[in-house]
């Protein structure tokens, strides 16, 4: 069956280190989408693709980056992890918006 | 102003009861209408969605859609244990990008 993975489910880094979550879908989808959850701010949009060598950037997307070398995969790195970054990260992919989003089980990422 | 408001919660309805969970957006220009169920450390499920004024219904959820008043519901009937969870409103904007609300608490008692 398709699916989206994420990966680590659960990390623990140190402040200043680059980090690198992963994300890989087996729909084909061309868009897919970065969240980060936290309390009180719901899912806020880090960045997007809606192809191979798109990337574009979101509402929080400060202290982070993505690139799209392929369809399937689209991982975030975290260029020098801040405590500000612990929070939950959601990979989501869609055929096309008006599809709607399928999410991953999400990372939950600490930074001490 | 965000782009997408619900009210947090927690509601609370009584097992068989029917729940309804609401959000205003700002966007007119808004397109696609979707509802996802998160339960607690889990990611978010789609369940619903709705792209014309008025009603939609999927078993025992109802989407309800208004777009002159820029408002769109979710009514839960039959209330289940099971339906406990948070329910997040997303809507499409012009900028082609989706839009989430903070989500409202649900808690259906036994």
């Known amino acids: 069956d398709a699916e989206i993975t994420q990966s680590p489910r659960h990390k623990i880094t140190e402040t200043g280190r680059q980090v690198t979550l992963a994300c890989h879908q087996t729909?084909?989808?061309?868009?897919m989408f970065w969240y980060r959850q936290d309390l009180g701010h719901g899912l806020r949009l880090i960045h997007y693709?809606?192809?191979?060598?798109?990337?574009n950037k979101g509402e929080v997307s400060d202290g982070y980056s993505v690139s799209r070398s392929n369809t399937e995969d689209l991982p975030l790195t975290l260029e020098s992890a801040a405590s500000s970054q612990t929070s939950v990260y959601f990979c989501?992919?869609?055929?096309?918006?008006?599809?709607?989003?399928?999410f991953g089980s999400g990372t939950r990422l600490t930074v001490v | 102003q965000k782009e997408v408001e619900q009210n947090s919660g927690p509601l609370s309805v009584p097992e068989g009861a029917i729940a309804s969970l609401n959000c205003t957006y700002s966007?007119?220009?808004?397109?696609?209408f979707f509802w996802y169920r998160q339960y607690s450390g889990k990611s978010p499920e789609l369940i619903m969605f709705?792209?014309?004024?008025g009603d939609k219904e999927d078993g025992r959820f109802t989407a309800q859609l208004n777009k002159a008043s820029q408002y769109v519901s979710l009514l839960i009937r039959d209330s289940q244990p099971s339906d406990s969870a948070t329910y997040l409103c997303?809507?499409?904007?012009?900028?082609?990008?989706?839009?989430f609300g903070t989500g409202t608490s649900l808690t259906v008692i036994p």
């Open positions: 989501a992919s869609s055929p096309s918006l008006g599809n709607g989003y399928t």
């Open positions: 729909w084909n989808h061309n868009n």
């Open positions: 693709s809606y192809g191979v060598q798109d990337t």
């Open positions: 966007d007119r220009g808004s397109q696609s």
């Open positions: 709705i792209y014309s004024n």
């Open positions: 997303a809507v499409t904007g012009t900028g082609n990008q989706f839009y």
